[in-house]
Each structure stands twice: as C-alpha cells, then as structure tokens.
C-alpha cells in the first residue's frame, strides 16, 4: 500500500522513462539532421572544387597540346600542375572526411533506430497492450480501461520521430546516389532503410484499435455500435485523405487464418452486418482520427460445426475491420485490421446467460498474445474467485468477502466431493463452472450466481450496499446463526432451489414444542419484487423484528419503504388505488408478554410511521401445509 506521495508505483515510473526516452530521441534525431546538412554542405563543396579540377585538367590538356616550347606553355604548365596536385590533395582528404561523415552518420542512425525499436516496443507491446487487457476486463466488471490520450501523445511523438529519421535516410541515399563513394566494409544504409520502414509500419498498424468495443453478447438483428481510432491519424497527414473502414464478422476459425496469411481479410465472414462502412473523420480540437459505427446490425449468421459437446453460446466470433491508406504521396501503402474482443452471438434473451459465462471466462483468462480463441479448460479458484468478484461489484457496489467466495467455492465444488476449507490450489473447470447442473439441480453453477447477481443489481443494490443482505449462507448456518439470536431475528439469503431467488430466514417458538425454531419463507424472485419490494414485504411481516444480529428492521430497511399517505390518491377516472400486503395466513403471531394477546391469524395495521412489532421473545405457530407467501388487496383509508 502506497504510503503518502512518497511511493511511486511501476506504471509511472516507466512513463517517466518513455518520456524521457522520446525527449532524448528527439535531441537526436535534430542531432543528426545537422550533421546531414553539414554532410550535405561539405558535399557540395566537394563537388565544387571536383569540378574546379576537372577545369584544371581541361587546362592542362589544352596547354599539354601546345608544342613543348610554346612560352604560354612552358609559363602556365608548372603552375596547373601544382594546383591540379594541390587541388587532388585536398579533394583526396575531403573524400576520405565525407566517407568518414557518411558511415558516422549511419552508426548515429543505427543506434537511434535501436532506441525507437527499443521505446516503440514499450508504448505498444507494454503500455497499448496493457491498455486493452484493461479494457477486456473492464467487460467482466474491472476498473475502466482509460483514456487514449496519453497513449496517443506517444505514438504521435514516435511518428514523428521515425518520419523525420525515414526522412533523413531517404536524403543520405539521395547523396550518395549524387556521389557514389565505396563504403569500406558493411554498408548500413540499405539495412537503415529497410529497419525504420518496418518501425513506421508497425507503428501505423498497431496503432489501429477499437476505442469503444462491441457488444460481447450480441443479439441478432439488434442495433449496435463500436468505434476505430487510429492513434498516428493526425501526424503523418493521413486525415487529408481519411480512409474508410469496413467492419466484417468472422469466426475463431477465420480469425486464426487471418494472423497467418496477411492476404486473407476482407472476403472471410461468417455474416452480414448491415451498416458495416464509415469514413475516419479528424476532429481538429483533440487530433483524434476516428470512426463511429452507430447503427450496426448483424443480419445473418453462419454457424461452424460443433465440436463435441460445444454450445451454441461457446462458439465465439469477432468483428474485424479493415482499412487501407497510403502516406507520403502513395509511396507507403498500409493494409491495417483490427479484431475486437470475441463475441458470441444469441437469437434469444434466454441465451443471454450462457453467453455472459463464454465471454467472462475469455475475458478473464486470456493469455496476452493468443492464438484466438484460446483459452485454458481449468484455472485456479482464487483466480475466478477475482473474476466473479469483480463481476458481481462492478453490477452492484459492494464486493463479495472473503466468507462469500468460500460459500462460492463450496456451493462450485459441491458435486465433487471436496471436503477441505482451504480452495487456492483447487482448480476449477469449465465443466464444472457451466456445463453440468450442480447437485440436484437443472442449472449450473454460472447459471444460479448470474441469476443472483441479477436479482441484486435490479432489485437488492441498495440494502445489499448497506450490508444488510447476508445472500451467501447455506440453510444450516442461517439456522445456526438464528438459533443462537432471541426469536424474531431474521436474515436474507440467497436461494438454493431457484435461479435469482432470495428467501427471509427467521426464529422463532414452535407453538407446539415451545422450542425456537427457524422458518424460511419460499424465495422471492425478481417478478415479486416487481410487485411489491422486499423492504415493504420485510415491513409487512411481524414475525421479522431484528436484522442478525440485533438490528431493529426500520433502521436497515426503513430507507427503502415505499411512502404511504393516510389521504385516496388522487384520481381522474373515480377509482381509488390499492396495494398489496404480504401475509403469512399460516402462522399466527402469538402472544408478546409486553403486550399479551389472544393467539390468531395477523392482520397487518399499515401504517409505514409505526410499523408492526413485537420484542424479541414474540413467536410464531408452524403451519401443517408448510410457508407461503401471499399477497392480498387492501384499500388506501379515507
């Protein structure tokens, strides 16, 4: 844990470092530009005075054709040749300084090229990749991937950087192209060529990414949207021509062939997307060249055989999209892809789930620099235990205890015979997460969390933020737990037997036996909360007195009632509105010795300032048919 401002962590430390490094490559690089132009100067100079001897020679020759005693001749001769010598001398010594100019030079570019591949290799194998597993779990529920922005600055700095040195390599070979000279040894210049245009295409094609990804879960026949961005757009003038891009989808099958055959693309689908092509636009203000797809829709879908015992909601798809553009005048002509996070593709909202199990385990699990779609078929408990944790607090705020994620392992692992309370070294598979149903059930484990987790995120967030559902306790330790509290205590957990159901556990005197007992009411499901809440059912209910331990039930829940007026609602078409009230018919709430009554059926006195209850020894009669959850009409007063 960083203590103040005095601990500095590893990310900043290495954008330092990239910084810097870009600042000093930029020293360099206006480095060699001047000795490029000091090489040019010298150059030209020499050919100057190559040229001066070459008029000297011509002199000489014409006075050498004079007869041997000619007077011009035998004045003029000696001084050419002198000067003719000199003049060679000189040239002779510049020649050997511009080789020795041009193969420093070289050796300066060689050493910079090796700091940008160097650099180049941070920003987009670290720094980008980092950035989009960042952006994969933030799918499952993980903090947000962040802004481009800084990212950009970078690769805009790099290109920069690499076009201004592809610039200068381009000019040396226009020098020597002007005044071949033999390089002793190994030639640079040719290697230098070929190295910086492979860091600026790299540089272009990786920096071709989805900014806002699609949809991961994808309905057919649905409207969906995605946006491209190409982070060098606006430094090497690309955006004066913007390319247009076409989004495809294709198949795992499809998308393994496309990173081994770079011919392969635009004609590979395995579907019909409807509304799949957009020209980049430059936005001036923030230098971003971006594409916006906002009214996708996939038509048609071809399906591959499946393997084995594969579903349908295992099979995984990706969007590609594809663009091509040339800079400098079409002498460099990119062809750049990108591949979005795998997607299954659903034709029904009950696929919806299975899918949600394909797409959390991929983005959770997957190695950096796959071969798609690879994932492995068993990972370490504590591993999901993260997944599913930041799942379940990404949908509703609070995370999931240590105690939660034991239950989790318990209730995972419940077909497997696992007796241990220690679950870090068991690993879990993908059977066992959602293909075979858990232990008398018809649904698995995937299936009966993501049912929870929905439960809570549309009608539970709020008290279970404020602790006051326990959710994740086995009916026995919920009868532990009550057992050792006074009778009227109660707590909320999730249910066993049913996919998204929460059922109220609570104490109390067996009327027969005079013994605490504890009740579960049959669960609630999200259609009942529809209804009426679970805070107004808890409020209905006067067997419920105490949250576990010893909360008195208004203070947890009291927030969450739903507001009651003495007065009719007010009304246009003459009726006057009703509401439900839950009831338990069966069991009777008996005596309180602080207010002794005649035992018999409850009839709840609504009145949400004074709700109904009774201290903590008050008990209820157990019913021979079992517990029910009713709910019948009743009348607004006045």
Known sequence: MLQGNLARTPMSDSHESIETTLHELRIMTADTEKDLDTLQQKQEMFVFQYQENLKLQNQLAQLQSLPERDPNRLAQEPLLKQKKMDLETVLQTEAQHLLTMRISLAEKHKQMFEKIKDVQHTVLEDELIQWKRRQQLAGIGGPLEGTLDQLQKWCEMLAEITWHNRQQIKKVELLRQQLPMKVPGNDLLPELNTTITALLSTLVTSTFIIEKQPPQVLKKETRFAASVRLLVGGKLNVHMNPPQVKATIVSEAQAKNLLNDNNLGMNETSGDILNNCGVMEYHKESGNLTVTFRNMSLKRIRRADRRGSEFVTEEKFTILFQSTFSIASGELVFQVRTMSLPVVVIVHGNQESNALATVLWDNAFAEPG??????????????????????????NGRSLSLENLNYLAQKAFSGQNIQIDDYSTIQLSWSTFNRDPLPGRNFTFWKWFHGVQELTRKHLRGPWNDGSIMGFVTRSQAQDLLLSRPNGNFLLRFSDSEIGGVTIAWSGDDPQTGTSQVWNLQ????????????????????????????????????????????????????????????????????????????????????????????????????????????????????
Not at 371 to 387: E, T, Y
Not at 550 to 569: E, G, V
């Open 523 to 638: 669960p609630f499901t999200g259609e009942d909360f529809n209804i009426r809440s679970l805070a107004d059912r808890i409020q209905d209910l006067p067997h419920l007195i105490y949250l576990y331990p010893d909360i008195p039930k208004d203070n947890a829940f009291r927030s969450y009632y739903t507001p009651m007026s003495d007065q009719p609602l007010p009304s246009n078409n003459g009726y006057v509105g009703s509401v439900l009230v839950s009831r338990i018919p069966q069991i009777p709430v008996t005596n309180c010795p602080d207010n002794p009554s005649t035992p018999g059926s409850y009839t709840p006195q609504y009145d949400p300032q004074s709700p109904s209850s009774c201290p903590p020894s008050c008990g209820s009669i157990q019913s021979d048919i079992g517990i029910s959850n009713m709910q019948e009409p009743m009348m607004n007063d006045g």
């Open 370 to 395: 796959r071969i798609p779609f690879a994932v492995p078929d068993r990972v370490a408990w504590p591993d999901m235990g993260k997944a599913l944790n930041s799942k379940f607090m990404s949908a």
